[in-house]
């Protein structure tokens, strides 16, 4: 069935490119335009060569006239700009064009079959034929210029036979007809399958654009993940140092020691390594540092001790990557690991651990203020402990701790006795712990005396320890433990109050023979407290209503040499508190005799060590000597310790030294002894008693 074309359903943007495609297509075809032009022509001058009809001349003018006009088009497109935004005014000057063109030639054709001879009517006619269909085959992207150029060409033709009445022309009409239909039916066939070809090429082209456009987006997917997996990879490995190294200082940390040790173990155990060495760091002052500085100051101490680590041992030594090399680590709070892998005798420990010692040793810089911090090193060889690993540890540990106990600022070399100190120190740090508070513990006085009058100026307490089950435990085992732990503290604070009360409850018994003052040692722990020592004691005071000038505190030279700065400023607050101050053992630190002017005390304890020698030997004579002179001289009271004879006593006091404390007076006795302590045997208890001994 013959259709006319119809127009196929197309959205907007596929109309605007299947009409561009048409115009662009229709002028591009320079050829059949200039045919097209010069067919009408050549035919109206042949027509009119025949029957010397002006229309025909008129015709052949118009129709050049119209060929020009077209080729200004086609210039004009060739300049365009706007793309498928000037589709509409593009569309309408070709559908002039086209229109005109067909006009033309359809009026041409009517004048010759109603004006001319046969030839002429042959001739004209088929030009217009020919022209009106190859007018349809170009315009057959857009049916409505192809059909309107059929039926302006044809159509007057058409009306024209009809016209005549001629049977033949008739005919021809009827002809005219069905090829109009049948040029239609094709043009709508070409369209059709033109339209579908280029909405087939749009999709495709759509198609590869998504299937390029997918391609893009699969490669940026790949380029992420692969991104992804650098970074995860990249994330694991920062998490993975993380896990082995320490944060702070950067050093490996326990974890990571732990496989170098295990794998130091291994080797020598399969005899593919000699010897390794492991030393324990630990450091003496480090609390002290984090309670009187902050723990800001603290990290940084850590951070430069850490470095001083690493320089002191070679570069190589503190690479963690290298299962071979030797290992610093961090193993926490203040305690370093150095794991030596590269040791070639055992006996070369100790060196290594007296060169770390002096490297150590030199003050540290912290925000403007230098603290010192010495380190007791514990050492254990793979000759005396081959593992486990961690069995290598905890001796080095044990080691680090009879450091401690033999002094600190040391390293010692362990031994298998040293286990059994450790159980015994572990058990007495318990014991103790359970022992503060109740009546294991008790407290002995012994008397102070005035060398001059012969009474009791003071007694010192000291702490006694009498264990149900372990018996009696020296102050000089169980001192250090309560001082290496945090025991210290609560039984300072103990000692303070008991003995407070117990100078009050001389005070109420007998006023002319108890003491002026009571003497309480200070330890190290308890001055690093700063202002809440002196806070504490305040409240003890205020508690048992003893005023502040009949208490006395002792604080050994060593103690105060540790930190010159920080315990003046403590002990100008005692004294600002009004507590008599008196510096304990002088003679065994590192002070000297000009510098007592800078410190508050009011009384100056020459140590035993001094004392024993005073009848023996002349140099010491000559020091006890000067020192006490200036004791006095700075309006300071000397006191003689360790006074165990009677010739000691008389050279005492022909040098002026005030007061002395000694078993020569009276052993440490228990509080309701100490009234009548300097009235037992021949110890002197009066000034003619003193003056007997000289």
């Known amino acids: 069935m013959i259709r006319l074309p119809v127009e196929p359903k197309l959205d907007e943007s596929m109309r605007q490119r299947v009409e561009w495609r048409w115009v662009d297509d229709l002028f591009n075809q320079w050829s059949?335009?200039?045919?097209?032009?010069?067919?009408?022509?050549?035919?109206?001058?042949?027509?009119?060569?025949?029957?010397?009809?002006?229309?025909?001349?008129?015709?052949?003018?118009?129709?050049?006239?119209?060929?020009?006009?077209?080729?200004?088009?086609?210039?004009?497109?060739?300049?365009?700009?706007?793309?498928?935004?000037q589709i509409a005014l593009w569309r309408s000057r070709i559908l002039i064009a086209i229109w005109t063109d067909g006009g033309l030639t359809g009026i041409a054709g009517a004048y010759a079959i109603?004006?001319?001879?046969?030839?002429?009517?042959?001739?004209?006619?088929?030009t217009v034929t020919a022209l009106a269909m190859g007018s349809a085959a170009r315009n057959n992207l857009y049916p409505r210029a192809a059909s309107g150029s059929i039926l302006l060409a044809e159509g007057p033709v058409g009306l024209a036979c009809?016209?005549?009445?001629?049977?033949?022309?008739?005919?021809?009409?009827?002809?005219?007809?069905?090829?109009?239909?049948?040029?239609?039916?094709?043009?709508?066939?070409?369209?059709?399958?033109t339209v579908r070809s280029l909405v087939n090429n749009e999709e495709n082209v759509q198609l590869v654009y998504q299937i390029k456009a997918s391609n893009r987006e699969l490669a940026a997917a790949n380029d992420k993940l692969e991104s992804d997996l650098t970074t995860l990879k990249r994330l694991e490995s920062q998490l993975e140092d993380a896990a082995r190294r320490d944060k702070l200082t950067g050093l490996a940390n326990r974890a990571l020691f732990m496989e170098r040790m295990e794998g130091a173990v291994d080797r020598v155990r399969s005899g593919q390594q000699r010897f390794f060495a492991v030393l324990f760091v630990d450091f003496d002052r480090f609390k002290l540092t984090n309670d009187t500085l902050g723990h800001q100051a603290g990290d940084d101490l850590l951070r430069q001790i850490a470095a001083r680590l690493q320089r002191e041992l070679r570069a190589s030594d503190s690479r963690t990557d290298n299962p071979f090399g030797n290992v610093v680590s961090r193993f926490g709070g203040d305690e370093f690991l150095l794991l030596i892998n590269d040791l070639d005798d055992p006996k070369a420990a100790?060196?290594?651990?007296?060169?770390?010692?002096?490297?150590?040793a030199p003050a540290y810089e912290i925000r403007g203020t230098e603290v010192h911090s010495s380190a007791s090193i514990g050492i254990v060889t793979s000759d005396q402990c081959a593992g486990p690993a961690e069995d290598v540890v905890r001796n080095a540990d044990v080691a680090m701790f009879e450091a401690k106990r033999a002094?600190?600022?040391?390293?010692?070399?362990?031994?298998?006795?040293?286990?059994?100190?450790?159980?015994?120190?572990?058990?007495?740090?318990?014991?103790?712990?359970?022992?503060?508070?109740?009546?294991?513990?008790?407290?002995?006085?012994?008397?102070?005396?005035?060398?001059?009058?012969?009474?009791?100026?003071?007694?010192?307490?000291?702490v006694r320890w009498h264990h149900p089950v372990l018996g009696s435990i020296g102050p000089g085992e169980f001192i250090p433990i309560a001082e290496d732990s945090d025991l210290i503290v609560a039984l300072g604070q103990w000692v303070q109050r008991e003995a407070c009360q117990a100078l009050i409850d001389w005070m109420k018994q007998d006023p002319e023979r108890a003491p002026a003052t009571i003497s309480i040692n200070v330890s190290r722990a308890e001055l690093a407290l700063g202002s809440r020592l002196v806070n504490q004691i305040r409240d003890v005071l205020k508690g048992v209503g003893l005023p502040a000038n009949r208490l006395q505190m002792e604080v050994t030279e060593r103690e105060v040499m540790r930190d010159p700065a920080g315990a003046r400023a403590v002990l100008l607050d005692l004294q600002s508190l009004g507590v008599r101050l008196a510096m304990d053992d002088f003679g065994t630190g590192t002070s000297s005799l000009s510098m007592l002017r800078d410190y508050p005390f009011n009384s100056i304890k020459i140590d035993r060590s001094f004392v024993e020698g005073l009848t023996s030997r002349s140099d010491v004579l000559a020091v006890i000597h000067a020192t006490i002179t200036l004791v006095e001289n700075l309006g300071m009271a000397s006191v003689a310790e360790g006074v165990e004879e009677r010739s000691q006593v008389a050279i005492l006091q022909s040098m002026g030294c005030r007061c002395a404390q000694g078993y020569l007076f009276s052993r440490p006795v228990p509080a309701d002894a100490l009234l009548e302590a300097l009235d037992r045997g021949d110890q002197p208890s009066s000034n003619s008693e003193v003056s007997k001994l000289t």
């Open 162 to 193: 009809l016209a005549t009445g001629n049977a033949y022309y008739l005919l021809y009409a009827a002809f005219i007809v069905l090829l109009t239909l049948g040029a239609l039916s094709i043009m709508n066939h070409l369209y059709s399958q």
């Open 32 to 85: 059949v335009l200039w045919i097209g032009g010069f067919s009408p022509a050549c035919v109206a001058t042949v027509a009119y060569v025949r029957t010397g009809q002006s229309f025909y001349l008129g015709w052949g003018l118009l129709a050049i006239l119209l060929l020009l006009c077209r080729t200004g088009l086609i210039r004009a497109f060739d300049r365009r700009s706007g793309g498928y935004s």
């Open 114 to 126: 109603l004006c001319s001879d046969q030839l002429t009517q042959i001739l004209v006619v088929s």
């Open 407 to 462: 002094g600190r600022a040391c390293s010692v070399v362990f031994n298998e006795s040293m286990h059994t100190r450790l159980a015994r120190h572990v058990t007495l740090e318990n014991a103790l712990r359970r022992a503060i508070g109740t009546t294991q513990l008790s407290l002995v006085y012994q008397p102070i005396v005035d060398l001059e009058t012969g009474r009791m100026v003071s007694a010192e307490a000291l």
């Open 350 to 360: 100790p060196g290594i651990a007296e060169r770390l010692l002096n490297a150590l």
